[in-house]
């Protein structure tokens, strides 16, 4: 499941980089990147980052392709009974099966997680970076580290979250094969 996200990340990482720069500059605008913002373009915002994440779902699901995923979704909603029932069963038996497969996978996800972003936080620690970014007018001259933490968030550990959580459905409902070592 790992290996499948780091794939799916760097395959479609022009994709992923152009859906979630919106959330990215949303995020980083919101926590003081350009100084203070009213409360109407807070809530704008919101709303961007809120469908700019939404919009990575769908596309992630479409595997890179946002109306395939639609399409996929909207299939969801056509399915029977019969078949639903069918996908729950499917999703408890390779939960009994492969439960601790999916708690390594996790593990080290967390651990991958907690790395990446332990550097991105010491990146936008560094007085140097920062005030780099405030002499070339990317930062508002008051801005904290905060703007840059987000930007660089969105643009890393949130999509391959949403990412490696698909990859766990996927191999859930039985459409991501393991290979046997």
């Given at each position: 499941?790992?290996?499948?996200?780091?794939?799916?990340?760097?395959?479609?990482?022009?994709?992923?980089?152009?859906?979630?720069?919106f959330?990215?500059?949303?995020?980083?605008?919101?926590?003081?990147?350009?100084?203070?913002?009213?409360?109407?373009?807070?809530?704008?915002?919101e709303v961007?980052v809120?469908?700019?994440?939404?919009?990575?779902?769908?596309?992630?699901?479409?595997?890179?392709?946002?109306?395939?995923g639609?399409?996929k979704?909207?299939?969801?909603f056509?399915?029977?009974?019969?078949?639903?029932?069918?996908?729950?069963?499917?999703?408890?038996?390779?939960?009994?099966?492969?439960?601790?497969?999916?708690?390594?996978?996790?593990?080290?996800?967390?651990?991958?997680?907690f790395?990446?972003?332990?550097?991105i936080?010491?990146?936008?620690?560094?007085?140097?970076?920062?005030?780099?970014?405030?002499?070339?007018?990317?930062?508002h001259?008051?801005?904290t580290?905060?703007?840059?933490?987000?930007?660089?968030?969105?643009?890393?550990?949130?999509?391959?979250?949403?990412?490696?959580?698909?990859?766990?459905f996927?191999?859930?409902?039985?459409?991501?094969?393991?290979?046997?070592?």
């Amino acid at each position: 499941m790992l290996k499948w996200s780091f794939q799916f990340y760097l395959t479609h990482l022009w994709i992923i980089a152009a859906i979630c720069l919106f959330a990215s500059v949303g995020r980083a605008i919101q926590m003081g990147a350009i100084g203070e913002i009213s409360s109407g373009w807070y809530t704008t915002l919101e709303v961007i980052v809120a469908l700019s994440r939404l919009t990575l779902l769908v596309a992630v699901i479409g595997k890179g392709k946002i109306l395939q995923g639609f399409r996929k979704i909207r299939n969801v909603f056509r399915s029977t009974k019969e078949e639903r029932e069918d996908g729950w069963r499917t999703i408890v038996d390779r939960l009994k099966a492969y439960w601790l497969m999916i708690l390594w996978n996790c593990l080290l996800f967390g651990l991958l997680a907690f790395l990446i972003n332990f550097l991105i936080g010491y990146l936008a620690s560094m007085p140097e970076v920062l005030g780099l970014l405030k002499d070339n007018n990317i930062l508002h001259e008051n801005a904290t580290q905060t703007p840059m933490v987000f930007f660089l968030k969105n643009l890393t550990v949130i999509p391959f979250t949403l990412i490696f959580e698909y990859s766990i459905f996927l191999f859930l409902i039985n459409r991501m094969c393991i290979q046997k070592k």
